[in-house]
């Protein structure tokens, strides 16, 4: 009987090997610009087509390599990084492993060219499916520069599972902005299907995050820097009000490299504490420097994982800096156990993270009869597009009521035969816009009501990408959105239903592309529009934290029990609760 244990082909190791390494074309990314971050460079150039699945090309003017080198850093676990079992516990660089050129050869056409500064001439590799093709001498700037094409050619079954275009490169786009923010000393260039996305000059970090999210981090960031003995801790977070009910793409870094960590995570959204409610999520960028004899970063192949010698000394580090760092900007909550909060000024708690509408005067009194003129315009817009005479097929009888009671600009307590009706008021207006958003779309194209000056939609590359794809959906929506120059849009007009809120235009289409970012989802136009009316509902109803005389909660209420579903809002939280006489009375 044969033996049934052999050794695998070299080929088919070096390929098993690679699926531990490149999982998408974003960890090819991952890898080159991690080399040349160590090869020293001051400047990088990524090039990306179709997604990086036909072609990814890093360049870069680091210290390049003598042609032995070249050859041998194709090898598996060749590396110049470690020598014993010691210096896996001292990694100061990003790649170490020595595979990432081996397993990303194994799967794609290769072709490297590199030179030392100190050589006349450098060298040229072509590699395909990890078999050497050629290796000749060959003029070329110094540094390295390093193209792969058709990744998976000679897998088909790994390259089926790649995603779309759009897909694959939003991976990319995030693997190159966590690569950039901890260097901003390196000027850091990414072309997309031969167009300019980013063009990133060297900088400061808070420059760097502006230039890669959105300018308006500009006035919301706050600093965070602690040094304690021999761990130093220093980047950016948000202003409390910035805060995202939809989880940003916050970073955090060891010693550059970023890291995936739930705890770290919940260390700075602890050390928030009372400023934000469990459901909003703050945007930071925090770099952690310890020694790396404290940290075991080769725990996963893609290194996006680290265990610490103390974790929880870590955790609590973490927080005291993002809390030092909100206590200096007087955003802490003090305890003061001689007064109470103001509970019937809304903004005594934590302002919405999108404008509110105008009230410009600091007289409690005039922002309510501002806050009020706002709701009554609303109110004459919502009566027109209702007529009271034609009330929707089938409404839900509503309670009749004999005296309701706003609580704290939030909950509207009523009276009614059976016992109490208590509403949440922002969570019913959701549902009353929703609706009416839903009936406009039903009926066609919304209308559109035209801005006095057309808006520049200020978003950065990624954002325009996206929004080039979702115009066709936005216009459907109200939004008229016109192209001015090769890569910019203005704003010209936005849904009739939003003319009330004085907000930023484009803050309402920020919210929109954010909502859904995959432009190759399965989801069609419909789907795709009824997400986006939620999203919209919701966030107009953010700003109805505000009193209501008698008429207007009576109006809510009326509207409520209208609707198809007056239980819940668009996101799947109660509208109100009801409770009877009887379980009022076993209370007491």
Not at 351 to 376: C, I, L, V, Y
Request: aromatic fraction near 8%.
């Amino acid at each position: 009987m044969p033996d049934k244990i052999h050794l695998l082909p070299e080929p088919l190791i070096n390929q098993i090997a690679a699926g531990e390494v490149v999982q998408r074309p974003a960890s090819v990314v991952k890898e080159l610009l991690e080399n040349s971050l160590d090869a020293g460079a001051k400047n990088i150039v990524l090039e990306v087509r179709d997604g990086g699945k036909t072609y990814m090309r890093v360049s870069d003017d680091g210290c390049g390599m003598s042609p032995t080198d070249a050859r041998m850093s194709f090898e598996r676990h060749a590396t110049s990084k470690i020598r014993n079992a010691d210096d896996l516990y001292a990694i100061h660089t990003m790649g170490f492993r020595g595979e990432a050129l081996a397993s990303i050869a194994a799967v794609a056409q290769v072709e490297m060219k590199t030179r030392r500064p100190e050589d006349e001439l450098g060298t040229h590799i072509i590699i395909h499916g990890g078999k050497l093709i050629t290796q000749q001498p060959t003029a070329c700037p110094p540094g390295t520069t390093i193209e792969v094409k058709q990744l998976y050619y000679n897998t088909p079954a790994r390259r089926k599972f790649l995603k779309s275009n759009t897909t694959e490169l939003t991976h990319i786009l995030r693997e190159f902005k966590r690569i950039a923010i901890p260097h901003p000393e390196v000027r850091f260039d990414l072309i997309v299907d031969d167009k300019e996305l980013f063009i990133l000059p060297a900088t400061r970090l808070k420059q760097r995050i502006v230039a890669l999210f959105d300018k308006k981090l500009d006035e919301q960031l706050i600093p965070v820097r602690e040094e304690v003995d021999d761990i130093a801790i220093h980047g950016w977070i948000t202003l409390p009000e910035a805060a995202r009910k939809k989880r940003p793409e916050s970073m955090f870094f060891v010693n550059n490299r970023f890291v995936r960590s739930p705890y770290l995570h919940h260390a700075v959204h602890q050390a928030y504490g009372e400023l934000l409610s469990d459901d909003l999520h703050p945007m930071y960028f925090l770099l952690l420097h310890i020694p790396p004899t404290r940290v075991d970063v080769n725990v996963h192949p893609t290194k996006q994982e680290v265990k610490f010698d103390d974790e929880h000394l870590i955790y609590r580090y973490v927080a005291s800096a993002v809390r030092h760092a909100l206590g200096q900007y007087s955003l802490s909550p003090l305890i003061d156990f001689q007064s109470t909060p103001d509970f019937s000024n809304p903004h005594s708690h934590k302002s919405s993270p999108f404008p509110t509408p105008a009230t410009s005067s600091p007289n409690q009194k005039d922002r309510s009869t501002s806050r009020r003129s706002d709701w009554e315009q609303v109110y004459e817009i919502m009566r027109a597009e209702v007529p009271p005479n034609d009330p929707p097929p089938n409404p839900t009888p509503s309670p009749v009521l004999v005296k309701t009671e706003q609580f704290h600009n939030r909950y509207i307590f009523a009276s009614v035969k059976e016992g109490v009706l208590i509403v949440h008021q922002q969570h019913a207006f959701a549902r009353i816009y929703y609706e009416e958003l839903k009936r406009q779309l039903e009926a066609g194209p919304m209308s559109s009501q035209q801005l006095v000056f057309p808006h520049p939609l200020d978003l950065p590359p990624d954002k325009i990408l996206l929004l080039e794809k979702r115009i066709p959906h936005l216009r459907r929506l109200g939004f008229a959105i016109e192209p001015q120059g090769s890569s910019s849009y203005v704003l010209q007009g936005i849904p009739s239903l939003l003319s009330e809120w004085n907000a930023d235009p484009t803050s309402w289409i920020t919210l929109l592309l954010d909502a859904h970012p995959d432009t190759h989802s399965p989801q069609g136009g419909d789907a795709l529009l009824d997400q986006w009316a939620r999203s919209l509902a919701v966030q107009m109803a953010s700003y109805k934290r505000i009193p209501l005389n008698a008429d207007e909660r009576q109006w809510l209420i009326d509207r409520l029990f209208e609707c198809e579903m007056p239980s819940y809002d668009p996101r799947g939280r109660k509208c109100f609760v009801t409770w009877s006489l009887d379980s009022l009375d076993k209370m007491f």
